[in-house]
């Protein structure tokens, strides 16, 4: 969210390591195309990282491919707003 790019691998370390530790998630729609969806919608978050509680509100765009009967992930971007 600070705009800098995050791996795949560097994202699940993160909550691996403890240090992001969600609460809830509370997720918009979701609709499927196909092999292909574009995903939009709202979060609203609440955990714990790196030791502090907080909530946010996030909106998102997702792209995801269905590939060998699994739905995986080709890109996302989110940027954090004031509500909803």
């Known amino acids: ?17 403890g240090k992001s530790q969600p609460k809830f998630i509370d997720q918009g729609n979701i609709a499927t195309y196909g092999s292909m969806a574009v995903v939009t919608g709202a979060d609203h978050l609440g955990g714990t990282a790196f030791g502090h509680y907080g909530e946010m509100y996030l909106r998102f ?19 954090a707003t004031t509500g909803f």
């Open 1 to 17: 969210m600070d705009g800098k790019v995050q791996s795949r691998d560097a994202d699940i370390a993160l909550f691996k390591t």
């Open 61 to 79: 765009t997702d792209v995801l491919v269905k590939r060998d009967g699994r739905w995986q992930l080709i890109v996302q971007q989110t940027t």
